[in-house]
Structure formats: C-alpha cells, structure tokens
T-cell receptor, first 115, second 112 residues
Framework: EAGVAQSPRYKIIEKRQSVAFWCNPISGHATLYWYQQILGQGPKLLIQFQNNGVVDDSQLPKDRFSAERLKGVDSTLKIQPAKLEDSAVYLC?????????????FGPGTRLTVL | GEDVEQSLFLSVREGDSSVINCTYTDSSSTYLYWYKQEPGAGLQLLTYIFSNMDMKQDQRLTVLLNKKDKHLSLRIADTQTGDSAIYFCAGRASGGYNKLIFGAGTRLAVHP
C-alpha cells in the first residue's frame, strides 16, 4: 500500500514570495491533515479536511495560508506571502476516517526555508 | 486545551532500556500515542494506549499510563542504534475531530 506522498521535499524562497505544497493521501482515506512542525517543536495542526470539507482550521493563519482539497483526494497548502517565521516542515497526514483513534499516517514532509 | 510536555533529550547505551516520559493535561484524552521521527522523515506511529488501560506491551515497547498523575511513559527494551530518533507523545484535543496535540519530542541518542 502506497503511503502519503508530498512534494516538493524541499523549498527555499524569499520572504513575501508565494509557495504551494501538494499532498496525495493514502487511497480511500477520507480525512486529510496539514501540520506545521517548527524546528525543535512537535507538529501543530493547521487544517483538517473530512472528504473535501474543512472540519478544523482554527490554527490556520488565514490572512496568508490557504488550503483546498478538491474532489476529496489530493490537497494543496499555499502560503502567500511568506514570512521568515513560516520556515518549518509541513507534514501531511491522512486517516481512514476522522474518528478518535483512527490512525494518522504521515508523509515525509516538505521542508520550507524562508530567507 | 490539551498540553503535552516531554523531556527533550535522553542518552542510553546500546542494549540498555530507555524510558521516555510525557505528561498531559486533558484527562478526556481517550487515546494517547507514541510516534517516532527519524531524520528527514515523517512521523511513524509506534504504539498507542487506550485510556482505560494501565499498560500495553508490544514486542520491545511497553507503554505505561498513570491516569491519576496524567503521566505516560514509553519503555524500549534492549535499545539499539536504530532506535536513535525523536519520540513524540500525543494526546487527542478535547472537542476536536481526531485532532492530536504533540509534545516537543524527546531526542533519543543510543551510543555503543
């Protein structure tokens, strides 16, 4: 079974530029999560989709971050414009459902460096 | 809301046991998790424990849960160099749709 795929693996941009990350979850997984992991910290949930609807985006900085999950499969996370403090690893995860206890499977992440 | 705390670093000798500790604040967390992260990789689920259990054993891994003290620990028996990684404790946020709250992670270094 293929795991969660993410691209690109690395991205370096200058502040105020835009960037987009892509995630392909495990086939059949209805729930998709985007986490931000700043160096030295644990992952923090940015947004959670159930199929193509958002169920939690309470920690998403909506003035600069946006995400979509068209057709309930792939997802993109965009930052526009980027700030220095956005430097982090962006992890995508998926689970079969959104119920408590459903195992979340993580992709390898995209490491973003903002200069 | 949920808050999870871990010690940041642990160094052990190969073959010894490792014990990684975690404390959490939200007693409504029904599941508590341990994830492993190797350099440049995503998080890998190691094990989890349901809140009505005190202990769970899975091969070299033993999870202990003290609900009274809100303390969770992960014991790795016969620690190997391949166990060197960052270990994250996570609990479910109350009211969230399977939203996990992670600790800052414990870096485990295994030396010969």
């Amino acid at each position: 079974e293929a795991g969660v795929a993410q691209s690109p693996r690395y991205k370096i941009i200058e502040k105020r530029q835009s960037v987009a990350f892509w995630c392909n979850p495990i086939s059949g997984h209805a729930t998709l999560y985007w986490y931000q992991q700043i160096l030295g910290q644990g992952p923090k949930l940015l947004i959670q989709f159930q199929n193509n609807g958002v169920v939690d985006d309470s920690q998403l900085p909506k003035d600069r971050f946006s995400a979509e999950r068209l057709k309930g499969v792939d997802s993109t996370l965009k930052i526009q414009p980027a700030k220095l403090e956005d430097s982090a690893v962006y992890l995508c995860a998926s689970s079969l459902g959104g119920l408590e206890g459903d195992t979340q499977y993580f992709g390898p992440g995209t490491r973003l460096t903002v200069l | 809301g949920e808050d999870v705390e871990q010690s940041l670093f642990l160094s052990v000798r190969e073959g010894d046991s490792s014990v990684i500790n975690c404390t959490y604040t939200d007693s409504s967390s029904t599941y508590l998790y341990w994830y492993k992260q190797e350099p440049g990789a995503g998080l890998q689920l190691l094990t989890y424990i349901f809140s009505n259990m005190d202990m769970k054993q899975d091969q070299r891994l033993t999870v202990l849960l003290n609900k009274k003290d809100k303390h969770l620990s992960l014991r790795i028996a016969d620690t190997q160099t391949g166990d060197s990684a960052i270990y994250f404790c996570a609990g479910r946020a109350s009211g969230g749709y399977n939203k996990l709250i992670f600790g800052a992670g414990t870096r485990l270094a295994v030396h010969p």
